[in-house]
Structures are given as C-alpha cells and as structure tokens.
C-alpha cells in the first residue's frame, strides 16, 4: 500500500504523519457550503506535535456554546491558525465546490508557519502545489482537521449575526442562511438580498 493510500486509511491522519517526520500538520475544514445565503468560510489549524484536546472533535457533534468555549482554546494552543472566505457572488461565478476549496487554499496560504503537510476534511484536494492529502471524514479523525471545522463554524456564525443586522427579515441569526421554511417564506415575501446564492435553486 502507497503511502497516501496508509495515511487517508489511517485513523489518526495528523500521527500517521508525524511518525514519518512532518513536523507542522496543518488540518483544513470549511463551513457554509449548503446555506442560501453568505459566504463559505474555511479555517486552517497547526497544533504542536503531542498535542491533545478530547473536547475537540467535529463540530456538528458540539453545540453552539461549546464551540464558542472551544474557539479561543484552539486560538491559546495551536502553533498557527487562521480562516479565510469565498463570498456569494464569489460562489456563484465559480461554484459552491470550487468556491469551498478556493477559501481553504486561502486558510492555508494565510498561515504564519508553512506546513509540511496539509490534510482535507472530505473527498477533494486543494488548488495548490503542496504536499497535501483529502481525507474523508477527517474532522472525525484528525485533532487539526476537527480544530478547523469549529473555528470555521464559529466565525461563519459570527458573520452571519453581523449580516442579520443589516438584513433582519431573513433572521439570518437564526438560521444563518440555512433554507429553513422561515427563510423560503421571507425569500418569497421579500425576495433575495446581496449576499443571497443566486446560483442555488431555493432562491428566487
């Protein structure tokens, strides 16, 4: 078996690669990428090797609360992190895939330290000449990857507060551009505002 084909079958992407001699991890995750409404935002995590956190897991498993508590652990412990986004219009000119990738690439470009290695929650690589590894149902297996897919949701959730002010019909606080039956309904009264995905089906 090569040795991408071990590291994707590995429980634990980020020790599996340690124990090879890649020093600096860093783990990817996006959020956003099924809404109507805002941008895709992703996040990039390096953590120090050793390190251990049994609280950081996946963050659809956690509740908004615990995100919130976990996000400035993430920030006080990793050696490096930071997010970067793809807006709607952004999204729509080259789609939600491409779009998603495109803010992840950016996550990892924006990192203080460059990583030795790069590894992806889901099925894709990114756009960029690094050594890099797409594992699925990484944020279930990897510390970093988990790291990620918080600090992700937790900022998408942040801009999306900020993005109720100034569109409060939508109550994007709530449902954060989600289609929930709320948003159709006030889609249908109201029509789409800027940061509405014109390209996705639900809006009008």
């Known amino acids: 078996m090569e040795f991408a084909d071990r590291l994707r079958e590995s429980m634990h992407p980020e020790l599996f690669?340690?124990?090879?001699?890649?020093?600096?991890?860093?783990?990817?995750?996006?959020?956003?990428?099924?809404?109507?409404?805002?941008?895709?935002?992703?996040?990039?995590v390096i953590f120090p090797q050793g390190f251990k956190c049994a609280d950081i897991r996946d963050s659809k498993t956690l509740t908004a609360?615990?995100?919130s508590r976990l996000f400035p652990y993430i920030q006080q412990h990793a050696l490096a992190w930071n997010w970067?986004?793809?807006?709607?219009?952004?999204?729509?000119?080259?789609?939600?895939?491409?779009?998603?990738?495109?803010?992840?690439?950016?996550?990892?470009?924006?990192l203080h330290i460059k990583p030795d290695y790069t590894i992806i929650d889901g099925p894709y690589r990114i756009p960029a000449a690094l050594p890099q590894a797409a594992i699925i149902d990484g944020d279930?297996?990897?510390?970093?990857?988990?790291?990620?897919?918080?600090?992700?949701?937790?900022?998408?959730?942040?801009?999306?507060?900020?993005?109720?002010m100034l569109y409060p019909q939508y109550n994007f606080a709530r449902n954060k551009g989600?289609?929930?039956?709320?948003?159709?309904?006030a889609l249908e009264q109201?029509?789409?505002?800027?940061?509405?995905?014109?390209?996705?089906?639900?809006?009008?």
Request: charged share 25%; aromatic share 6%.
């Open 17 to 44: 690669l340690h124990s090879h001699g890649y020093a600096y991890i860093a783990g990817v995750d996006e959020a956003g990428r099924g809404p109507l409404a805002g941008p895709v935002i992703a996040a990039a």
């Open 65 to 67: 609360a615990k995100r």
């Open 84 to 110: 970067a986004y793809s807006p709607a219009d952004e999204i729509d000119r080259i789609n939600i895939l491409q779009a998603s990738l495109l803010a992840m690439k950016r996550a990892v470009e924006r």
């Open 140 to 164: 279930a297996k990897s510390l970093p990857i988990s790291a990620a897919s918080i600090m992700a949701k937790v900022v998408r959730d942040a801009i999306m507060a900020k993005y109720h």
């Open 178 to 185: 989600y289609g929930t039956p709320e948003h159709i309904r």
């Open 190 to 204: 109201h029509g789409r505002c800027a940061i509405h995905r014109r390209t996705f089906k639900k809006v009008p």
